[in-house]
């Protein structure tokens, strides 16, 4: 038969027999025998196209015999073939039975192919895979969902106003004498000894640091207190206990510190001249953009929140609802490995006990983030949610707004890289299903400080509703 291996739907089904081998709750193994007339003749179309335009020595361009080509390329192709058919049928079977299974299908190819085909018997591939579990939706016409709302005050404007002076400020260096003060840079040489021995990573030059807020070694700023410029420094520290190199862990070190430059901040004053720097006409025009923003990043905070509400209230509905093994497994390893990799990051080293107590909230956040994505992908099923080109368009275009001056660059950046866009229209699934459950039930505003509000961190959605 001939067919196009790319599996266009409008092409007759491939000739299968499908055999339930093991079902175990929501797992499947299946043994699939793909008739051998129909793999033959798949093959012998592949061999002849490669005949065609075939250049060999001592041959003319497609006049290679067709026997020396299965000599030399036929397990190849009998190969390439089996993997294709064997895809292809997988569609054909889970479109039949109305199946959707929670991972990528896994297929079992035979590894004696070769051995087999010499025998006239069909060719067999196996299935393994794990099925959703049917999801009975609750009625949502019920269900409260509260956002809190916020309106910046004259305070709020004030601080944010402050805040953008501080981060304008610009250092300068102190007079010669002058000692350090907290918020003041520092810029420093330092060298650590161990044992009476440099210490491997435990130099520095041109290290700059505020006083009061470094990052160093605890005790490194601390012993810079009141120095002045061109002042030398020795400070006896000792490493922590769990301090991620083992060679340092717990011992005494001590470091001789060189003092370069010790400047104080300089922070610009609230002025015309200030919002001038901003682009801003006056104080009293900047204040009004400095509202506005406010008010516009409470609002998404508020609509944030509001999503974070919908999906545990849509959770706490389906306590039932239980996560299927191998998708729960997949979900809790890349939760695991994002926890050890942010912790190695930042060189902390870890406990047996905190460890323990870190898996168990992986796991805990891993079923909450299965389960939460089947619902997501029911009622998107069952509401026939698409997002569509122009959706995607659309958040692309709002996403490069947020790089003013850069927008091109950003877009081509997100363009080219599949797991953003792949983020991008899962967020905007879930925006579409969120605004389907709003509608059913009740949206509740609750006034809340705008302080709390936006000291409230927005976590990521726990669902990739585009699977």
């Not at 299946?30 to 051998?36: G, K, Q, T």
């Not at 591939?125 to 910046?152: C, H, K, M, W, Y």
């Not at 006083?211 to 012993?223: D, H, K």
């Not at 340092?248 to 300089?266: D, M, R, W």
Request: aromatic share 4%; net charge negative; proline share 5%.
């Amino acid at each position: 038969m001939k067919r196009d291996m790319k599996g266009d739907s409008e092409q007759d089904e491939m000739q299968i027999k499908v055999t339930e081998k093991s079902a175990d709750g929501l797992a499947r193994d299946l043994d699939v025998a793909i008739a051998r007339p129909e793999f033959d003749a798949a093959c012998d179309e592949r061999l002849q196209s490669m005949q065609a335009n075939l250049k060999l020595d001592g041959f003319r361009e497609g006049k290679v015999p067709l026997t020396h080509v299965k000599r030399l390329y036929g397990a190849q192709v009998h190969k390439e073939v089996m993997e294709e058919m064997a895809r292809t049928a997988t569609q054909q079977i889970l479109q039949e039975r109305k199946w959707r299974p929670t991972l990528q299908p896994h297929l079992q190819l035979d590894e004696q192919l070769e051995t087999r085909l010499k025998s006239e018997g069909d060719v067999h591939f196996g299935i393994q895979l794990e099925l959703r579990p049917e999801v009975a939706l609750s009625d949502f016409s019920q269900l409260v969902f509260e956002r809190p709302v916020a309106t910046p005050g004259e305070q709020d404007v004030a601080e944010a106003l402050g805040a953008l002076a501080v981060a304008q400020r610009r250092f300068v260096a102190r007079l010669p004498g002058a000692k350090a003060e907290p918020g003041d840079k520092l810029v420093v040489d330092f060298q650590g000894t161990m044992d009476g021995k440099d210490m491997e990573g435990g130099k520095g030059e041109g290290v700059e640091l505020i006083l009061g807020e470094s990052r160093m070694l605890p005790g490194f700023a601390e012993a810079l207190a009141g120095c002045t410029a061109a002042e030398t420094r020795t400070a006896k520290l000792r490493y922590p206990a769990d301090h991620p190199q083992a060679e340092f862990a717990g011992k005494e070190a001590e470091f001789k510190i060189q003092v370069k430059s010790v400047l104080a901040p300089q922070v610009p004053a609230l002025d015309a001249a200030f919002a001038k720097s901003l682009g801003m006409e006056s104080m009293e025009q900047l204040r009004t953009a400095m509202a506005g923003r406010l008010k516009a990043d409470a609002a998404a905070q508020g609509q944030q929140k509001l999503k974070q509400n919908v999906f545990a209230s849509l959770v706490a509905a389906h306590k039932k609802l239980e996560a299927p093994p191998k998708m729960l497994a997949q979900e809790y390893d890349q939760l695991w490995e994002s926890t050890q990799r942010r912790f190695a990051e930042l060189e902390q080293k870890l406990s047996d006990k905190e460890e323990k107590t870190l898996q168990e909230n992986c796991r805990r956040a891993a079923e909450t983030r299965v389960r939460l994505a089947l619902l997501i992908s029911e009622i998107g099923a069952q509401k026939n949610i698409e997002v569509s080109d122009a959706d995607m368009q659309k958040e692309m275009t709002s996403f490069a707004a947020q790089y003013p001056g850069r927008e091109k660059e950003a877009l081509e950046q997100l363009q080219k890289s599949p797991p953003m866009l792949e983020r991008l229209r899962a967020q905007i699934f879930e925006d579409r299903v969120v605004e389907q459950l709003c509608q059913a039930g009740r949206v509740q505003d609750k006034p809340t400080p705008f302080a709390e509000l936006m000291g409230q961190e927005a976590a990521a959605s726990p669902a990739d509703a585009s699977k």
